[in-house]
């Protein structure tokens, strides 16, 4: 009962998301939200590593790309079976992110962001220019669709649409168990104090490498459901834009929150659609919002409303104090 | 001795911090590091808990050479420490900050939170026992759920203290913990020293609040510029020539505060 | 479409523009670029295209064809089919060049326009869209010279324009005549550059040239093209392969005249000898001995004479070969409509193209194409210009 | 023509540009922290200044230089007082957030007044062909050589030489230590961006002649001036200067040497090399 | 000459200084004795305008200078030698000199002058002209800083712990060239742990403790309270 009570808002938008098919057929409008799902998934992905973990990655674009371009070249280039490719596109990805975290992490603040944002610009040239192997600028085409999972199939857009929602609920699922968890509590630490977290015995470099190969797992996770959903990838999915739009879903959304991920790109994704007819105008609102969330609200939508919950929580509580008002914070124990 | 240093030396560039000192620290007792500003504590403090690799000289801590053992690790082995400015999560409560300290006594990973193991159930427990004995001790059971920034300097002090004795350590190095909090209050924690050492911990502690060293260490190691200059009890140190030289002063004038 | 219950002829129209066509489900606004004649039905065609960001340019230049040619239709009454007249309506979406935008705008143009046609210029988009253009029956008219798009079985694909390939050749054999058999290449990073050199490398060698020098180039990023040029040049090439969008071409033909290159270039038909006269501000010196794709206005003749003053006219610059591509098509598809009888369905349409080409007026025939092949690639009779005495002079491929 | 000679000459023209753009770069980076991923945007509009002050109102192309310099600089002071201002006490992510923010603002301004189509900028100096000791310039390229080496010079005497620069000097070692010399804080953060946006415009302003003006014409420049701050040491002048013409001729002989399809890569290589090697910098300035 | 009234001043949450009321007449050399973290520097802190009151007024010679900025108060003449002396440690000596001049930096014959009397009284520094002053020992350092908050004339000088971290005989140096400036005519204000030297060579004097004043007087009825005895002289 009280996990229902305490989780109830999500709840609710679970099965808000569940009926959307039932209640439409409109192709796009599925069409977007699976999107707007698979990208924050990726930004989940950040969230942790630069979020809880307070190491700010600008990599993550390639980790996508890694994903996408690891599923889409196993299924279309060497016909491994769907699933397995899926599997294996994690493991790569994975392994991506442990071995430039094991060098990237080494350094730290200004210096990783910038090392990191090196790395993925690297990955974009790279993918880029080895048209042997990516198929260069001209991208990869023919990716297939999920393949079956016994009856299951994914070739309608409503299964796929629940496809990735199972694996975005998964993914919200994964980010709460772990950040609620010692684990959470060990990020967390890292994040505000690097030093201290050291002296109480963590092993910082170990934690941070852990954070980032989870971060750069769920960002592959992302790319392999885009291969597969939009089956077609160029190599514009690792450029320095793409990581600045996911930056952008998170840092709206709320950078360190469980559900600022998932509100920033749902909110911009659809909010860019809606706004199509304005064009190149759209950037003229979005840069300066940007600034002012940043200025006025630097914990996003959903720091913003917790900040806000918060105070209210801290003006009743003062109240309370008040009435019972009795000083003595401590006696010296004994 | 519990720690025993050998021509520990640290150097920064052309400066030797600290120049080829060997200490002892007793277990059970309290022992205290003082010397003018710069002398190098803090640096010694640093080298011992694994914060700054050694230039030269070993670190043997219960027999076993920790001279290259990064920090964590030396947490692990059971030496705990403060910082001389308080270094504490801010914008955390203090329950969670303690909480947290005890953690590297936790095994518990990834998957233990995905799947809600019986073994993190425990862990989550254990911990946060251990958090409330610990502000228990130092008196902050009261504060627990309010955030480190709301909470006074002093109380940030004994938070602090709270986090290092959550790691379960053997030995705790203070860096000066008495610094910024007025008279009435270091009393409450030369006595909250004292009762860690009731407890079976050994302290070493940095102070330049020389009433309160005199008054509490067992044992006394002088730095000045980098080298040992004495050692001693209280007595010996007070009417240590050298010492009153380079550090409590010498003539009239420099009688010493506190 | 079908069970959706609606047509894709929406509304009578009043002669304003349609302020999104009621009756979408969502009663989502979308933005409808070109005004509709008079009683007549409405037929929406779609675009998605890169109208913000890097490639806004060549995106509203497309869009440029697309609209005079509506305009004309609707002024003048609309087009008829099957008895009853019929006026264009043109909806357009920003995709920014990102496939997965492309996706999104066509899944939306199909649901809320029930468009049976959708305007794609750029291989990516064209790609992502030929995942489900048959399951949603959407017509894919596709401006990209990539042969592959019409080769993926896809039979709701209309290519636009020629394949690069058949200028190759042509273009070859009149350097290597003129210049010498040594080549440097030196094509843009882009797909059409790697295309292109692909395709001559082994062409001009098998010609009995040889490729002395090949490295691409970003002809959209990089600082300074000089480095390039000295490496390309230290083999001494007689002919240098250069193009990518107009300018930075018109920079680095400038700048090899500068490093002292008195070869010809072969210039990728992505480039427009026009474009880059004019860049260069006229600098007859610098372009004398290329080859390359005829600019549209030097290549007049009674089919495009009439567009291509009007286009000046109206959006006061030359138009180039992708809007007069897309113009054309316009043409093309009121006349394949009014042939299929149809302006549904995208089947019917697609294959009564090759007919709807036949029937075009002459006057607007802005090229020369010979027919809509069978997998929906149009085949259009090409001509080169080469800059001789510092003129721009049209030689046909049989010459 | 001698390939040698003429590559290392093309690394010093483009070892120029890179220089003075990293210069602006490491000057708000090292003074007042803030990652500018705008910088960019910055030269982008100077380019366009500098490209409309002579088309559109017909100013000679050294008055118009100067017209585009006191342009960004005085965006750059804007930005500086609306948005880096108010950021200076919140956390590291923040400022960057902020940048990227005003880049697309920016180049999306510059796109919607101008459009997205590439110009071509034609100064006296564009036609001008030198030849000597083997190698072919123009005069525009002997005057990027000249004018930006000129520039480093009178930056230099000014951070060192004068009362103003040195407060600037003196701002990025103890902020409050400034204040206390009488130094005022907000004056020196806006001159700080002032000069940084004129760098950044100047720098396009003599580069743009031999390239092209066009919207995204900072993307890759600014990248690559961030690789130099960081080889350079935050903040330091002649770090700057000297890893912008490490990277001009590490671009010009990899080109010829190694590959020139990866030319792009080797910026960044060298960086990811020398940050793996050495995670605090080159020039890393004791352990904090 | 300078007045403080009721401030308060808040770091966050805590108070830091609690209705501080106190005065220095012109010439006069005055010391505020504490023990660490008691709020001295804070006080000196909210004068020098690097710190804003939460309340309570600040006049300096007959204005009302509470929250004005630092650069400002350093034209209105005065100087402050901080806490952790602030140098510019990449700068050699002779820069960090200069910078102290910024405020006078039109009248170089001034600047000149001062400078002189910097190396009079400091002759090391003259000697480590070319020194960066982060390669200079605390002694020295405690001697630039000093010598730095000369450079600007001015009619106050706020010095926090000169003595901190030197040697008994450098103290004894510093305090003595204290002693000449305030001499000289320059109102001085002067933190000290070191009560006993502090209060020899000083007109007056407050003792602070934990944000509030608790004892003020003259240098001979501090030195002879017993409580200040006990508290920061100890014996
Ligand atoms: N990370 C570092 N890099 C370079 N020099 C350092 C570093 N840490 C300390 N030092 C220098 O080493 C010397 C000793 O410093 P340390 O902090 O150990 O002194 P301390 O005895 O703790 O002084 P205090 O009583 O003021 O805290 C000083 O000169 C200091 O400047
Ligand atoms: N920036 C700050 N943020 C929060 N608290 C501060 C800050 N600066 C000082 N404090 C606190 O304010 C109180 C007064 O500090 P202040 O530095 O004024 O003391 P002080 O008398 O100069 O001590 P010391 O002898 O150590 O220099 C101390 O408790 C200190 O911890
Ligand atoms: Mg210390
Ligand atoms: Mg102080």
Redesign the interface.
Known sequence: MSIFKRNATPLIFLLIALVVPFVTDNQYYLYILTLAFIWSIAVYGMNLISGYTGQLSLAHAGFFAIGAYALGLLTVDANVPYWFAFVLALVITTVAGLLIGLIALRTKTHYFAIYTLCVGYIIYLVIYQWDELTGGVRGLIGIEPPGAIGPITFDSAESNYYLVLVFLVLTIVFMKFIAESLVGRTFAAIRNSEELAQTIGINTMKQKLLSFVISAFFAGVAGALYASFVQFIGPEISYTMTMFDMLTYLIVGGIGTLYGPLVGTFLIVTLTQSLQFMEEFRMLIFGPILVLLVIFYPRGIVGGIQMWKAKRQYKKNQKLAKQASNASTYGGGD | MLIETKDLTKAFGGLTAVDNVDVGIEKGKITAIIGPNGAGKSTLFNVISGFYPTTKGTVVFNGEDITKKRAFNVAKLGIARTFQTTNLFEQATVMDNVIVGHRLRTKSGVFDALLRTPRLKREERESREKAEEVLAFVGLTKESNRLVSDISQEAKKRAAFAVALATDPEVVFLDEPAAGINPDETDGLTNLMRKMVDHGLTVCLIEHKMQMIMEIADHIVVLNQGEKIAEGTPEEIQNNDTVIQAYLGGGEDAADAQ | NGDGGESDVTEEAEGTPAPGAPGD??G????VDTEVAEGTEVVDIGFSGP???????YGNNTLNGLTMAIEEINESGGFEVDGEMYSFNLVS??DQ????ET???V??L???NDTPVIFVPH??GT??T??FNEQ?EVLLASYSS?P?ITQ?DNDLTWRIPPTYDKYIEPFSEYQMERFGTDLAMLPP???FG??WAEALAPAWEEMGGNVVHE????Y?????????L??A??EDPDVLFVGG????T??VMA?AR???FEGGFLVMDQAKLDEIDN???GAPEVIEGSVGVPPLVDDVHEGNEQFISDYQDTFDADPGSEAGYHYYSVYILAEAMAAAGETEDAHAIRESLDEGLQQVDDDKHVYEVSEVDEDGGMVTELRMAVVEDGEVELVDFDD | MDVLAQQLFNGLTIGSVYSLVALGLTLVYGILHVPNFAHGALYMVGGYATLMSMTLLGMPYFVAMLAAVLVVGGIGVLMERLVFNQLRDSPPIHDKIAAIGLLLFLETLIRVIWGADYRSMTTPFSENIVSLLGITVTSQRILIVVAAIIAMIVLQLFLKKTMVGASIIAMSQDREGAFLQGINANRVAMLTFFISGGLAAFAAAINAPINLVYPDMGHLVILKAFVIVIIGGMGSVPGAILGGYILGFSESLGATFISAEYSDIIAFVLLVIILTVKPQGLFAKGAH | MLMLNDVSVRYGMYEALKDVSMNVDAGELVVLLGANGAGKSTIFRTISGLNKPAKGRIEWKGKSIAGAPASNLVKDGIGHCPEGRKLFPDMNVSENLKMGSYVIKRNKKEVAETMERVYTLFPILEEKQKASAGSLSGGQQQMLAIGRAMMSRPQLLLLDEPSIGLAPLIVEQVFDVIQEINRGGTTVLLAEQNANAALKIADRGYVIEDGNIVVEGDSEELFSNDEVRKAYIGA
Request: hydrophobic share 30%; aromatic share 6%; proline share 3%.
């Open positions: 489900e969502g989502e606004e979308v933005e109208l913000s960001g890097a490639g806004a340019y979406l920003d060049y990102l496939p997965d996706g999104a705008n899944r939306r199909v649901q809320e291989s990516g790609y992502a030929q995942v949603d990539e592959e993926q990073n882009s797909e790697m295309d490295s691409s180039v970003d959209a990023q990089d600082t300074d093209f000089y480095t390039l000295t490496n040049l230290a969008s107009s300018e930075p018109a920079q700048q500068e490093q002292g860049v260069l501000g």
